[in-house]
């Protein structure tokens, strides 16, 4: 079964916002840690926000106060919601979800774009 299916990307002007969505599949996600990932080209995947199964969550320095990482494990769901964008947030956006200490396999991705 698919893993993960990313969408809510666009391209917003500076300052707006973005709702990233992310179907999970596979029959823990109620039990793990998951997570929002980024990734210019060229450069290396960042960890963004992750958030724990009792909703404990972490942002990066970057987003912190901007971002906010939400679960909805009723429905196997994953957001981000993303306020203020700047263009360095600019870069594809991935979920995933923490399997026996090491994140499973890459999903397709949603793009957000930002402009000054």
């Known amino acids: 079964q698919v893993q993960f299916v990313e969408s809510g990307g666009g391209s917003v002007q500076a300052g707006g916002s973005l709702r990233l969505s992310c179907r999970v599949g596979?029959?823990?996600?109620?039990?793990?840690?998951m997570a929002w990932f980024r990734q210019v080209p060229g450069e290396q995947r960042e960890l963004v926000a992750d958030?724990?199964?009792?909703?404990?969550?972490n942002y990066a320095d970057s987003v912190k106060g901007r971002f906010s990482i939400s679960r909805d494990n009723a429905n196997k769901m994953l957001y981000l919601q993303m306020n203020n964008l700047m263009p360095e947030d600019m870069a594809v956006y991935y979920c995933n979800r923490l399997n026996s200490m090491q994140w499973v396999s890459w999903g397709q991705g949603t793009q957000v774009t930002v402009s000054s």
């Open positions: 958030i724990t199964s009792d909703s404990t969550t």
């Open positions: 596979g029959i823990a996600f109620k039990f793990n840690t």
